[in-house]
């Protein structure tokens, strides 16, 4: 099977019996890659491959299918056999990939492509990472020869704009799943729900 569109790869998870919770999370993962590959391509002369960022949005986590327990609980096991899952299927590698180095961001052989995919999975939510940013940030900077300190005043921006969107995000996930959260999405977007939450109340109504 060939996947060249988020929708290619929202269609294979539908087929591979994805459950609604994992197909949200993907597509609001999706969501957070959108803005960020945009403002990535718009503000930094860089090449990288924006489709191929989200098809790697878009199929993340489809190793959760194999092992569910751990859209809700902690595990790693869904990482390889993501990989082999899509791999097994005729997806190409480069995009398998994604399933292992989404959260294995910190081996050395990674690319700006695998970095965005695991920026958008922190930031959907409204999670920063710190770490992951600053590693975005270098590549960013060695890529397009600016200083680093000029492309953390523009990427910080970015991330928190997308990150500041992260309780809405987080309140369509539960609503629209039964209001079973997502892995840790609660408890790392909880102090921004909490605000928020009388707020959307108000506007919904
Ligand atoms: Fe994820």
Redesign the pocket.
Known sequence: MKIKTVQDAIELLKILNAPPRLLM??KL?VEAAQKLVKEIKSRFNLKFDANLVLIGAAL??CGKIVYPQEMTGSGNQHESTGEQMLLSKGISPEIARFCRT?AQWAETDVTLEDLLVSLA?KLWKGCRDKALESRVINHIAQESNLPTCKVFVEADLVFETIALEGPTRLLRSVMDTGFEP??NSLSEGFSKIVIYIPFYTKMSR
């Open positions: 999370h993907h993962v993340h986590d989404h999975d997502y892995h």
